[in-house]
Every structure is written in structure tokens, then in C-alpha cells.
């Protein structure tokens, strides 16, 4: 079976790191995502509220990033939970359990930080996100010759 979702929408509040009691951090937050049709009378787009909860670094790494307004782009997989609430009655929930978070704009003006994510994987690919990628000192690289005659192809 195959259980894959990919959502694009702006955060609608600041993401919420909690910790669980062995000390693994847990991130909520939820996306506004738009529909790609709009409704039949008035032809506007409806907007979507999904809920996503990312585990471990990931959710480490969109609770330091990401906040409200901000577009995110989240890869994962769709969970349906069940719970019972205060009075005894049985819910459902659904919520996108991410895999991967992106940046789904470009960096923000006034952001200081110094460090440039890319929204594609980079080289280093941890917990889920991706990281810079090492730029790679001058010596590294070897000029060719523009002789195609050598390529394998």
C-alpha cells in the first residue's frame, strides 16, 4: 500500500515544539493550503486547514525556522488518529506525520541569519530537512578541456 502526501501552504501559527518523556521533540503546526479550483458560484478559491506534526530533528528544524505566514512545503504521510475527548465521545483526527519540510519561499527580508537553505536536498540531508549545502574550497575543482571527444556519452 502506499501512503505518500506532498502539501504546499503557509503556516497559520507558529509551530509548537513539545518533548516527550524520554526527551523526543514533537512539532505541531498547520498549513493553510489552497485549492487548485475554485467554487462553481463565486469561482474563489476554498482554502484547506491541514495539521502536521513532525518528529525528531525535523521538527527541531521547523520549530527554529518556520513561523507564521511562512511557506513550507511538507512531505510525509497521512494518519488518521482516533482519541476519545473530555465527555467520553469517540473522534477522528487526520494529520500529515512529515517526513521532509522545505522551505516553500525564499528567505525573508531582515533575516540575518547568514545561512542559505536550499528547498531541494542539498548535500546533507538530516532528519528530514535539508541542509545547507558545504560549499567547496577553490582547490577542489580541475578545469576541462572543452574537447568533447572525451565524454563517455
Same mark, same amino acid.
Given at each position: =500500500?502506499?501512503?505518500?502526501?506532498?502539501? =504546499?501552504?503557509?503556516?497559520?501559527?507558529?509551530?509548537?515544539?513539545?518533548?516527550? $518523556?524520554?526527551?523526543?521533540?514533537?512539532?505541531?503546526?498547520?498549513?493553510?493550503?489552497?485549492?487548485?479550483?475554485?467554487?462553481?458560484?463565486? $469561482? !474563489?478559491? !476554498?482554502?484547506?486547514?491541514?495539521?502536521?506534526?513532525?518528529?525528531?530533528?525535523?521538527?527541531?528544524?521547523?520549530?527554529?525556522?518556520?513561523?507564521?505566514?511562512? =511557506?513550507?512545503?511538507?512531505?510525509?504521510?497521512?494518519?488518521?488518529?482516533?482519541?476519545?475527548?473530555?465527555?467520553?465521545?469517540?473522534?477522528? /483526527?487526520?494529520?500529515?506525520?512529515?517526513?521532509?519540510?522545505?522551505?516553500?519561499? /525564499?528567505?525573508?527580508?531582515?533575516?540575518?541569519?547568514?545561512?542559505?537553505? /536550499?528547498?531541494?536536498?542539498?548535500?546533507?540531508?538530516?532528519?528530514?530537512?535539508?541542509?545547507?549545502?558545504?560549499?567547496?574550497?577553490?582547490?577542489?575543482?580541475? =578545469?576541462?578541456?572543452?574537447?568533447?571527444?572525451?565524454?563517455?556519452?
Amino acid at each position: =500500500m502506499l501512503n505518500h502526501i506532498i502539501i =504546499m501552504g503557509r503556516l497559520t501559527r507558529d509551530p509548537e515544539l513539545r518533548r516527550t $518523556g524520554s526527551g523526543v521533540a514533537v512539532t505541531s503546526f498547520s498549513l493553510a493550503v489552497d485549492r487548485d479550483f475554485g467554487s462553481r458560484e463565486s $469561482g !474563489e478559491r !476554498e482554502t484547506d486547514f491541514i495539521d502536521c506534526v513532525a518528529w525528531r530533528q525535523t521538527g527541531e528544524f521547523v520549530d527554529k525556522y518556520f513561523s507564521k505566514g511562512r =511557506m513550507a512545503v511538507v512531505s510525509g504521510r497521512l494518519q488518521i488518529r482516533n482519541w476519545t475527548d473530555k465527555e467520553g465521545n469517540k473522534r477522528r /483526527s487526520a494529520e500529515v506525520v512529515a517526513d521532509n519540510v522545505y522551505f516553500g519561499d /525564499s528567505k525573508r527580508d531582515g533575516d540575518n541569519s547568514g545561512a542559505s537553505y /536550499s528547498a531541494a536536498p542539498a548535500g546533507g540531508n538530516f532528519g528530514g530537512y535539508s541542509a545547507p549545502a558545504p560549499s567547496a574550497p577553490a582547490s577542489d575543482f580541475t =578545469m576541462l578541456d572543452d574537447n568533447d571527444s572525451q565524454l563517455p556519452f
